[in-house]
């Protein structure tokens, strides 16, 4: 099992930037697929970007890529964390991330009920 807990949040103007972060526990991190999800106020959670757990695929929401960036750090002795580097900020990035963790070697895009996810971490873009 894993727990994710989601950092980095915060409030930034249109334009500015962040790095959120996810740190989880246990051993085997590179066996786990990792995404972000966003859920705005009113809204149902999407899916924001994901990785898999060792051939490094990635995906994106269409209207992140190329300003949205994910990684991971594999290494035996990182702090198995996930990052998602988020530039050019705009208002409707605005909502609460998750980091969610599934144990298998593909990347995922739709969140299943067994996943395991943080607290999340309020982005907030305004002006």
């Known amino acids: 099992q894993v727990q994710p807990v989601e950092s980095g949040g915060g409030s930034v103007q249109p334009g500015g930037s962040l790095r959120l972060s996810c740190t989880t526990s246990g051993r085997t991190f590179s066996s786990y697929a990792m995404a972000w999800f966003r859920q705005a106020p009113g809204k149902e959670r999407e899916f924001v970007a994901a990785?898999?757990?060792?051939?490094?695929?990635?995906?994106?929401?269409p209207s992140v890529k190329g300003r949205f960036t994910i990684s991971r750090d594999n290494r035996d002795n990182a702090k198995n964390t996930m990052y998602l580097q988020m530039n050019n900020l705009k208002p409707e990035d605005t909502a609460i991330y998750f980091c969610?963790?599934?144990?298998?070697?593909?990347?995922?895009?739709?969140?299943?009920?067994?996943?395991?996810w943080g607290q999340g971490t309020q982005v907030t873009v305004s002006s």
């Open positions: 969610a963790a599934r144990p298998s070697t593909r990347a995922f895009l739709t969140p299943q009920q067994d996943d395991y």
């Open positions: 990785i898999s757990g060792s051939d490094g695929r990635i995906y994106y929401l």
